[in-house]
């Protein structure tokens, strides 16, 4: 059920230099919306209202966990901000149609 993301990451080395910043802050978002999902698919199993609370409001923290790292992208790889507006435009496009 846990992420496999980033497969292999146990055989790279401290300041490995093959692995960015950039690429580390990608690894991080996968893996904190993959938590998103997984928790938001845990409150939806449970048969606990406390314990779906629980998912819930982590899944929200995860959510957040998800903002620290695509600010951290977006320092590391500022063509990755030209590219957020650039899809976010072309919804609002294709929204328009
Ligand atoms: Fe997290």
Redesign the pocket.
């Given at each position: 059920m846990l992420s496999e993301i980033p497969k292999g990451f146990g055989k790279v080395k401290e300041n490995d230099s093959r692995m960015s910043d950039a690429e580390l802050a990608r690894i991080g978002l996968i893996?904190?919306l993959d938590?998103v999902n997984l928790y938001e698919q845990m409150a939806a199993l449970s048969r606990d209202p406390l314990l779906r609370k629980v998912f819930l409001d982590?899944a929200r923290?995860?959510k957040?966990?998800?903002g620290e790292f695509l600010e951290l992208l977006k320092r590391f790889d500022e063509e990755q901000i030209n590219a957020l507006e650039e899809g976010a435009q072309e919804v609002r496009e294709m929204e328009e149609k």
């Open positions: 893996a904190e938590a982590i923290e995860e957040e966990h998800v």
